[in-house]
């Protein structure tokens, strides 16, 4: 039988005022956050929990993907991603919430590999943590093209 590894982290928040927060995580930058625009005390400049949310679940598929395309040799020459979420009520629950995420990433291999680098796909989405965690359907539109 395979014991299963455990992974931890930790994340410190202090309220800097009105409905401002920093965070931090050990000697990693000093993250400063905010309401989205549009809500009380919204700041546009600021990094919200929603954007975090976002930026975790691109971040998270794109190291995902690293791995098993690093395991399988495959030459990623570049990756860039586009994500977007949409928040409303839930009909099961009437709660805000995402309730679609949609996630659009273009990856460069080297020439000869995109269907290896295609085959990939389902075991990066399947092994994101963060794509695991979330309640809402993660729609991905993977581009794949080589040099």
């Known amino acids: 039988m395979r014991v299963a590894k455990t992974f931890g982290y930790d994340v410190g928040l202090t309220w800097a005022g009105g409905r401002a927060a920093i965070a931090t995580a050990g000697e990693r930058p000093v993250l400063a956050m905010a309401p989205p625009a549009g809500f009380p005390g919204g700041d546009a400049s600021q990094w919200s929990p929603e954007h975090l949310f976002?930026?975790?679940?691109?971040?998270?598929?794109?190291?995902?993907?690293?791995?098993?395309?690093?395991?399988?040799?495959?030459?990623?020459?570049?990756?860039?991603?586009?994500?977007?979420?949409?928040?409303?009520?839930?009909?099961?629950?009437?709660?805000?919430?995402?309730?679609?995420?949609?996630?659009?990433?273009?990856?460069?291999?080297?020439?000869?590999?995109?269907?290896?680098?295609?085959?990939?796909?389902?075991?990066?989405?399947?092994?994101?943590?963060?794509?695991?965690?979330?309640t809402a359907p993660v729609l991905v539109d993977w581009q794949i093209s080589e040099e």
């Not at 659009?104 to 990066?124: I, Y």
């Open 54 to 134: 976002l930026a975790s679940l691109s971040s998270c598929t794109l190291l995902s993907f690293l791995a098993h395309a690093t395991k399988a040799e495959i030459d990623v020459r570049s990756y860039e991603a586009d994500v977007s979420g949409t928040i409303t009520r839930r009909e099961r629950d009437g709660r805000y919430a995402f309730v679609e995420l949609r996630l659009t990433p273009r990856v460069l291999v080297a020439g000869g590999q995109a269907e290896a680098a295609n085959a990939l796909t389902p075991k990066a989405e399947r092994d994101c943590f963060i794509s695991a965690t979330s």
